[in-house]
């Protein structure tokens, strides 16, 4: 879309609201519902003030997070594969160290981002029960699966322990991804990620009107999502 079908398209429903704008106010005086529209124009102007003054991305913050999740997405992913060897009989594994084991390529055994790998190690080779099933009828590997099928285990049990690994790797590799390695100050770089604006600043864009409990939403980053702990670089 160029800036001129932009400018034309923005004009044009700018027009049309306008015109329809003294019809909707009448509608809402004859039901009574003037205060409610005062209400929502206060909370518009809200989303407006908090879009403007933005929130202050504390660069060195982000950085020490970004650190600390990749040193613990290496760990999760090392446990990961740790157990799925163990299981294999691969003698040179030790489940009982607390230190991240990190195998050769000849002794990959596992990759926790693999889809096809994840099925096939739990359903054929542990051959463990499966909870839930996809839309398109194979094992399902989503988290509310997984919480399922680590219920039915010991709390010491190898594959429990693989499964709860799988789960936080998941988790801090999403979290690293969505809230922490999206920023850019390019605004075209990348196309989906969140721009940081000259002075320091991310501006998320606030909407009254998406959820329908009535409270604000906000997009692009999504800060009602973000996890608490990730938080600290705003």
């Keep these: 879309t160029s800036d001129a079908e932009l400018a034309k398209y923005c004009n044009r429903d700018v027009a049309i609201t306008f015109r329809a704008a003294g019809q909707l106010l009448q509608r809402l005086q004859l039901r009574?519902?003037?205060?409610?529209?005062?209400?929502?124009?206060?909370?518009?102007?809200?989303?407006?003030?908090?879009?403007?003054?933005?929130?202050?991305?504390?660069?060195?913050?982000?950085?020490?997070?970004?650190?600390?999740?990749?040193?613990?997405?290496?760990?999760?992913?090392?446990?990961?594969?740790?157990?799925?060897?163990s299981l294999g009989g691969d003698e040179r594994i030790n489940l009982d160290t607390e230190e991240p084991?990190?195998?050769?390529?000849?002794g990959d055994v596992i990759n926790p981002g693999s889809y096809p790998q994840i099925v096939s190690l739990l359903f054929e080779k542990w051959n463990l029960p499966v909870q839930t099933y996809t839309k398109n009828g194979e094992p399902s590997t989503e988290e509310s699966a997984l919480i399922?099928?680590?219920?039915?285990?010991?709390?010491?049990?190898?594959?429990?322990?693989?499964?709860?690994?799988?789960?936080?790797?998941?988790?801090?590799?999403?979290?690293?991804?969505?809230?922490?390695?999206?920023?850019?100050?390019?605004p075209n770089y990348p196309a989906s990620g969140i721009y940081v604006w000259p002075d320091g600043r991310v501006r998320s864009t606030y909407s009254a009107h998406v959820v329908p409990g009535g409270r604000l939403a906000s997009s692009k980053p999504g800060l009602q999502n973000a996890p608490r702990r990730l938080r600290a670089m705003y």
């Excluded at 084991?101 to 000849?106: A, G, K, P, Q, Y």
């Excluded at 039915?152 to 390695?181: C, D, G, H, N, S």
């Design 32 to 85: 009574s519902l003037t205060s409610v529209y005062k209400l929502d124009m206060g909370q518009q102007d809200l989303c407006r003030d908090l879009h403007k003054v933005g929130l202050f991305l504390i660069e060195p913050e982000r950085a020490r997070i970004e650190r600390e999740l990749t040193v613990s997405i290496t760990r999760q992913r090392a446990t990961c594969k740790a157990i799925a060897a």
């Design 101 to 106: 084991v990190i195998i050769d390529e000849e």
């Design 148 to 186: 399922a099928l680590a219920a039915t285990m010991p709390a010491r049990e190898p594959r429990r322990r693989f499964i709860m690994a799988l789960r936080k790797y998941r988790k801090q590799i999403q979290a690293r991804a969505t809230y922490v390695r999206r920023y850019g100050a390019d």
